[in-house]
């Protein structure tokens, strides 16, 4: 696998408080299969965090649309700006979603 194109630990939100923070002053667009939060964040490299709500299934559909969602943000990560926190929250769609249609 090329190294440019992993997620690592660096560039995710790991904690509630980072979370928050995005939604409780970031702006967000709502989509057919996922709300993205984004919040500027000066001089840092871009940072993102995914989320799946119990609407989107049970378990097994919520880690699946996690996957789903990692996995279009890991090939798509170089054309994002840097200096942001992102928040990808799933909805209900996207667990029967295909790549492309995620994408």
Sequence with gaps: MHMDYCLDKARRLTHNNEYRLVYKHGKYEVGRLCV?????????????????????????ERNRAR?????????????????YSIVIVGRAGLAKADYKQAE
């Design 36 to 60: 993205l939060y984004r919040m500027p964040v000066a001089k840092q490299k871009t940072r993102i965090g995914f989320v799946t709500g119990k609407k989107v299934g049970c378990a097994v």
């Design 67 to 83: 996957r789903l969602m990692k996995e279009v943000y890991r090939l798509h990560q170089h054309e994002i700006r840097e200096g």
